[in-house]
């Protein structure tokens, strides 16, 4: 199993940034690849950004893409989602998950999830 702690959510103004942080802990070994997806009330949960902890490689929404980014530290058991120029629309719960499989931007590869962070971007 693998235990995913999320923290870093928070309130901020529009234009603002913020930066999220995902420990992983368990057996970290099993992880391929690492994601953020985001859940507003009455929404679907939607992907924000994934890297492999394989390679180099990263994905993101169309939403989020030169605003967001996402790394890992090199123990590869900490996720970072750097935040900037946010938007009332990013208003969410923010969850950090881990896959066996890489790579994976599809919610149903994800097998482990954390608790989430809630982020509110005011107007």
């Known amino acids: 199993q693998v235990q995913l702690v999320e923290s870093g959510g928070g309130l901020v103004q529009t234009g603002g940034s913020l930066r999220l942080s995902c420990v992983a802990s368990?057996?970290?070994?099993?992880?391929?690849?690492m994601g953020w997806f985001r859940q507003a009330p009455g929404t679907e949960r939607e992907f924000v950004a994934a890297?492999?902890?394989?390679?180099?490689?990263?994905h993101y929404a169309g939403s989020v893409k030169g605003r967001f980014t996402i790394s890992r530290d090199n123990t590869k058991t900490t996720l970072f989602l750097q935040m900037n120029n946010l938007k009332p629309e990013d208003t969410a719960a923010y969850y950090c998950?881990?896959?066996?499989?890489?790579?994976?931007?599809?919610?149903?590869?994800?097998?482990?999830w954390g608790q989430g962070t809630q982020v509110t971007v005011s107007s």
């Open positions: 368990g057996r970290t070994g099993l992880i391929a690849n």
């Open positions: 998950a881990a896959s066996q499989r890489d790579p994976s931007i599809s919610k149903n590869d994800y097998g482990y």
């Open positions: 890297i492999s902890w394989l390679s180099p490689t990263t």
